[in-house]
């Protein structure tokens, strides 16, 4: 049985905690250990707030790493969560996906490692999900939609077919992509924006249709 550590003690974490009991392979092949404080220390309000069965078990840098040992990162800006992930590998932490059982998804769809699909979230066919990103709540990946590394698609986001998301974007909770539409690297797409062709490597777009801030 393996050990299931949440890197990150905040609001999103302990969301990942319920997603994690709703995920195959919990309490089957590891079980939840506790929280590793990822960029920020929380206030002693925050840490009243985390789950009482499991423990806060220090940081990512002081953390030693045991053998049955496994992480997922609940850390939702992209930047940053990139930085911790890579800082955990570094030290030899392994990653598994957290996808709740009542996600949809197609035969055909490619999911890379370290991902978190949350609630009734769908991937349809030969769409594909990179490594370490995020699916929050009831968003929709279209048919044949490619999303890079470290992408955070947060709930009730809508994503035409054949659109591609680059590494490390923020796509805000209801936000469209019209199909074949494009957003480069580091991209910010702001809540409820529809993004209608393309958005720059780096862009901050709000707005419908989304324009560059």
């Given at each position: ?29 590891w ?84 991902v ?81 062709k ?16």
């Amino acid at each position: 049985m393996k050990n299931l550590i949440i890197i990150g003690a905040g609001g999103f974490a302990r969301e990942v905690y319920w997603h994690a009991q709703m995920a195959s392979g919990f309490d089957s092949e590891w079980t939840i250990k506790g929280f590793l404080d990822g960029d920020v220390k929380l206030s002693a309000e925050e840490y009243a707030k985390l789950p009482g069965d499991v423990t806060l078990l220090g940081d990512v840098d002081s953390y030693e790493i045991h053998p049955d040992d496994v992480f997922t990162c609940a850390v939702g800006t992209p930047a940053v969560r990139k930085k911790l992930i890579e800082k955990m590998l570094a030290r030899g932490g392994k990653f598994i996906n957290i996808i709740s059982e009542y996600a949809h998804i197609f035969p055909a769809a490619k999911i890379g490692q370290g991902v978190i699909i949350g609630l009734d979230n769908g991937i349809s066919d030969h769409a594909e999900l990179g490594d370490f990103a995020i699916m929050n709540n009831v968003s929709y990946l279209g048919h044949d939609v490619k999303v890079g590394k470290f992408t955070c698609i947060m709930s009730h986001v809508d994503v035409g077919g054949a659109a591609q998301i680059g590494d490390e974007v923020f796509i805000g909770s209801h936000a469209t992509l019209l199909p074949k539409a494009k957003v480069g690297n580091g991209a910010y797409v702001g809540t409820g924006s529809v993004v209608l062709k393309k958005v720059s490597a780096g862009a901050k777009v709000f707005g419908n249709p989304a324009v560059e801030i």
